[in-house]
């Protein structure tokens, strides 16, 4: 762990994965940067937000020396089980009791929240939209994987994998779109990623995911098979 780089000219330090609440190298790095007096850095936290509490009692103390230069990047998919399938051990109340916790303890810093489309994580945008809506999350980060064309397939062994139609995307777009027709900065967002998607997929696209190991999954966790869409 050699934190040499680590001064008082140092303008921003970003965290991200693994979850970085769960590194032991992220105190240290907080330390060092309070131990040479730099706490004007900018601290950029990439975090799903599901881990140990616990782990939270030890950070916070160290975070506090920066509570008006942080920023918290919250990966989310979806809630539910479009979350708990994405992300092993994920649970909302792990996810919210954290979220709400350092919201708490930092009410100057800066949440936003990244959303990446998937074959899954495409079922789980509306709530994903819902929740910026009440919690004043006016510019969440919206984007694609990458996805591709499905006549772009060069191999058979593609024949099998998660197919995702272009009429489910839209649907879903639209859906995340009148969730939150109140909030006009969060329909922009929308519009204009509504227009990103329908530019760029012209036709069904493919995710490499196996299909049927994908539908029985869900069947094995007790979920709904959103492939069945």
């Not at 060092?32 to 950029?44: C, E, G, P, T």
């Not at 998919?77 to 303890?105: I, M």
């Not at 109140?182 to 696209?205: A, G, M, R, T």
Request: one cysteine or more.
């Amino acid at each position: 762990d050699d934190l040499d780089w680590i001064g008082i000219s140092t303008k921003v330090v970003k965290f991200s994965g693994g979850e970085p609440f769960m590194s032991t190298l992220m105190p240290k790095v907080l330390q060092k940067l309070i131990d040479v007096k730099n706490l004007n850095a900018m601290i950029k936290i990439h975090t799903n937000m599901v881990f140990d509490t616990k782990l939270l009692d030890k950070i916070i103390p160290l975070l506090k020396q920066f509570e008006s230069k942080i920023q918290f990047s919250m990966s989310i998919d979806g809630f539910g089980d479009v979350a708990k399938f994405c992300r092993p051990g994920w649970t909302d109340e792990k996810f919210l009791n954290n979220y709400r916790r350092l919201r708490l303890e930092f009410p100057t810093a800066f949440f936003n929240v990244n959303w990446t489309l998937t074959s899954v994580s495409i079922f789980g945008l509306a709530d994903t939209i819902t929740f910026c809506r009440s919690e004043r999350i006016l510019n969440p980060g919206l984007q694609l994987a990458k996805l591709a064309p499905v006549e772009e397939k060069e191999s058979a062994s593609y024949i099998s994998h998660t197919v995702l139609k272009r009429e489910v995307i839209v649907k879903e777009l639209e859906k995340s779109r009148i969730s939150v027709l109140s909030e006009p900065k969060l329909v922009k967002i929308l519009d204009n990623f509504i227009d990103l998607c329908l530019s760029h997929f012209k036709q069904d696209v493919f995710y490499p995911h196996e299909l049927d190991v994908l539908q029985e999954d869900c069947k094995l966790r007790g979920m709904s098979n959103f492939f069945e869409k």
